[in-house]
């Protein structure tokens, strides 16, 4: 069965840090470009952070650009979201998303399989 599981989300005040965790079962990650995603409450889904299969290409939103950092390590098939400096308004749902095809990296439906999300609340 094909998935893809985050964790690492919860409730951290205004200037700390969570990791986020992406891990594929099913399929060899190695393959595959993957895509940290964010929806929070009556917003649109919004692209985070981009990293291609090799890690050779990466890309961050402006409104996350120097705090967050993304990283993969393929052999255990995982895929990471270093979130530090985080801000009330980066609360949401976080997915994680992967595609082998080539689209701008934000495009929500470029990408193959989408795991369940995990909620980052940021408050004081």
């Known amino acids: 069965q094909v998935q893809l599981v985050e964790s690492g989300g919860g409730l951290v005040q205004p200037g700390g840090s969570l990791r986020l965790s992406c891990v594929a079962s099913?399929?060899?990650?190695?393959?595959?470009?993957i895509g940290w995603f964010r929806q929070a409450p009556g917003k649109e889904r919004e692209g985070v952070s981009y990293?291609?299969?090799?890690?050779?290409?990466?890309f961050y939103a402006a409104s996350v650009k120097g705090r967050f950092t993304i990283s993969r390590d393929n052999v255990k098939n995982m895929v990471y979201l270093q979130m530090n400096s985080l801000k009330p308004e980066d609360t949401a749902i976080y997915y994680c998303?992967?595609?082998?095809?080539?689209?701008?990296?934000?495009?929500?439906?470029?990408?193959?399989?989408w795991g369940q999300g995990t909620q980052v609340t940021v408050s004081s």
């Open positions: 998303a992967a595609r082998r095809g080539a689209a701008p990296w934000g495009l929500l439906t470029s990408y193959d399989y």
């Open positions: 099913g399929f060899t990650l190695d393959d595959y470009a």
């Open positions: 990293i291609s299969s090799r890690g050779g290409s990466i």
